[in-house]
């Protein structure tokens, strides 16, 4: 039924760009925040950054703000993550997620996509 696909990622250079996207189906994103967390190889689950549902309010990892911005798409089910000025250390699988309301903890999360590759050389 709910469905959150991710898309976009790639291999790039340190210092290049990369547009994430989450589309969502089955989901009424005016109610639902959608979130997109992280995962490297042996580490935990990390958010990154969050957009409300209900206004659209932005929340973001300190380390990716002014890097990262996360936007709704005109399209209504979509999501977006630009991604600029990338690390190494942004390296990892990038999840979009969603519950009602912003929280960091993966643990808080109701629907997730499968991920989507993100890999920035050095």
């Known amino acids: 039924q709910v469905q959150l696909v991710e898309s976009g990622g790639g291999l790039v250079r340190s210092g290049g760009s990369l547009r994430l996207s989450c589309v969502a189906s089955?989901?009424?994103?005016?109610?639902?925040?959608i979130t997109w967390f992280r995962q490297a190889p042996g580490k935990e689950r990390e958010f990154i950054a969050a957009?409300?549902?209900?206004?659209?309010?932005?929340d973001y990892l300190e380390s990716v703000r002014g890097r990262f911005t996360i936007s709704r798409g005109g399209d209504p089910n979509t999501v977006y993550l630009q991604m600029s000025s990338l690390k190494p250390e942004d390296t990892a699988v990038y999840y979009c997620?969603?519950?009602?309301?912003?929280?960091?903890?993966?643990?808080?999360?109701?629907?997730w996509g499968q991920g989507t590759q993100v890999t920035v050389s050095s």
């Open positions: 997620a969603a519950r009602m309301g912003v929280v960091r903890s993966p643990m808080a999360y109701d629907y």
């Open positions: 089955g989901l009424a994103l005016n109610m639902y925040s």
């Open positions: 957009i409300r549902g209900r206004d659209s309010a932005t």
